[in-house]
T-cell receptor
């Protein structure tokens, strides 16, 4: 059973370009979370999705950022017109979400975005 | 919304000393989880506590969930250099959305 797969592992974009980060959850997991981590800082919640639904996007910047988790395929975090301040590690996590005692999250290895 | 506070943010200890990090939630939690992130790595699940007052041990690590299910602690006995990393607590407020604390970064001086 493959773990949470994120790609690419490293992504370099010029200011103004678009960044697309992909996350395939663990098999059988229907809950996906995206987090941003700046160097030497904690995990900042961005968005929580279930299949085809955004459950909570309270941590997402209102502009340039969007996320989806389609019925088929990976979850995508999309950042349009990137700026230097978007440089960070973006982690995706998934959980089965089945019952209150089964919400432990399994993390991917992250995508390290560098905006030059 | 739900907030999870964690202290201290940084801790340096001499190898062999004990270490404790504390986590407090603004709301009652359904469960609390602990994760460890090694430098340059990704967070890895350590344990989940569900019951009020629950205590669980993993070798030198002791995890505790408060009676009111609003706070938790992780205690490491006799730290080793392999314990270096950032320890995060994460609370589930009952809606299956997990909120992470800011983490405690542990440095162990050999």
């Amino acid at each position: 059973n493959a773990g949470v797969m994120q790609n690419p592992r490293h992504l370099v974009r010029r200011r103004g370009q678009e960044a697309r980060l992909r996350c395939s959850p663990m098999k059988g997991h229907s809950h996906v979370y995206w987090y941003r981590q700046l160097p030497e800082e904690g995990l900042k919640f961005m968005v929580y999705l279930q299949k085809e639904n955004i459950i909570d996007e309270s941590g997402m910047p209102k502009e340039r950022f969007s996320a989806e988790f389609p019925k088929e395929g990976p979850s995508i975090l999309r950042i349009q017109q990137v700026v230097r301040g978007d440089s960070a590690a973006y982690f995706c996590a998934s959980s089965s979400g089945q019952g209150v005692a089964n919400t432990e999250a399994f993390f991917g290895q992250g995508t390290r975005l560098t905006v030059v | 919304g739900q907030q999870v506070m964690q202290i201290p943010q940084y801790q340096h200890v001499q190898e062999g000393e004990d270490f404790t990090t504390y986590c407090n939630s603004s709301t009652t939690l359904s469960n609390i989880q602990w994760y460890k992130q090694r430098p340059g790595g990704h967070p890895v699940f350590l344990i989940q506590l569900v019951k009020s007052g629950e205590v669980k041990k993993q070798k030198r690590l002791t995890f505790q969930f408060g009676e009111a299910k609003k706070n938790s602690s992780l205690h490491i006995t006799a730290t080793q250099t392999t314990d270096v990393g950032t320890y995060f607590c994460a609370g589930d407020g009952g809606y299956q959305k997990v909120t992470f604390g800011i983490g405690t970064k542990l440095q162990v001086i050999p």
